[in-house]
């Protein structure tokens, strides 16, 4: 393991290299994070620019530009429908009305975008404890823990940030099943992070939902560590939020990592390797309320989306599930 012990925060926020740098626009237009601590956090949100995990030998990449594409995307304004610039520091959200349930979300909830991981080109493993430990600063202050990138291999060094969690369940949406050892000889890529993560102490049970492309003997050793598989297939053709019901167990503390690959790739043509015959938009709504009601969800990771298509496509569908999802986790934590 990289990353061995917590880091001296003074230390750690000494310059040149800070703990984040300031985003120069948000994430919905929520205020801006300049002093951890200072104001009451419901969900932290930080950008991970990294797509060194990307193996761009085969898959192209760009996922560092994802953070910023998702911002650029006007899902809702922070400000109750304003958009004029973000909110104020400590600012309440003012909510954001979903026509489609004819309900208000958010209202009241504070979110905070703490702006980006500083990554140092060349460095993989700076940049895993660097990404570790902006994670392990953000659980410290009790916040859901949201962070946008990024290739998959973030989901590694974000996990590894929950450690303060005495145990943490996985569920990782996905198409693909990330679970090989070592590729092209790295133990740190996009297709080993879930491994990565299954060896952390203190992981106990993993879910993986919408697999459709995985090599039999990836599949055979997962079943046989206890993981449990839900294919696209398997939410498609029943009721998602029963599939998930039956197949991903009750815990106290969750991790759920988020590749924007689990939707078919006619949704999301900007992501790094789209496949077809995935889940549609609403399944993959469905499935996450569900996992939300299963425990507390302590983080999760949105990845694998670029601005290859000029945001018009996977970086406002990334946008939606960030939505979503957050007002799911904070309405189950009321």
Known sequence: ????????????????????????????????????????????????????????????????????AVRDQAVFAYRGGRYDGPGEPGEACAGWFD????????????????????ITGGDTHLNLDRITAAAETLAATDAVVAAVGGDHSISFPVGRGMSRYEQ????????????????GGSRYT?????????????????????????????YDEARERGIEIVTSKD?????????????????????????????????VPGTTLPEPFGIDYRTLRTALAEVAGKGRVRGFDLVEMTDLDGG???????????????????????
């Open 168 to 183: 943490i369940d996985i569920v990782h949406f996905d198409a693909h099943p990330d679970f090989t050892d070592v590729i």
């Open 190 to 218: 996009h297709g080993s992070n879930l491994r990565r993560l299954s060896e952390l102490p203190f992981v106990r049970n993993i879910s993986m939902v919408g697999i459709r492309n995985c090599a039999k003997e990836v």
């Open 312 to 334: 018009v496509g996977s970086a406002r569908v990334a946008a939606w599930v960030l939505a979503h999802f957050i007002s799911t986790i904070v309405e189950a934590e009321r």
């Open 99 to 118: 026509v489609e349930e004819r309900r208000v979300y958010l209202e009241g909830a504070h979110l905070g975008d703490v702006g980006d991981v500083p």
């Open 235 to 267: 939410l498609v053709t029943g009721d998602p939020a029963e599939v998930i019901r039956r197949t991903v167990p009750p815990s106290e503390n969750l991790y759920v990592s988020i590749d924007s690959d689990v939707l078919d790739g006619a949704l």
């Open 1 to 68: 393991m990289l990353y061995r012990e917590a880091p001296d925060p003074e230390a750690f926020v000494t310059p040149p290299t800070p703990p984040f740098l300031p985003p120069v626009r948000t994430f919905f237009q929520c205020p801006p994070v300049f002093e951890l601590g200072a104001h009451r956090l419901d969900v932290a949100l930080m950008g991970v620019p990294y797509d060194a995990g990307a193996m761009t030998a085969f898959i192209r990449s760009g996922t560092s530009r994802g953070p910023d």
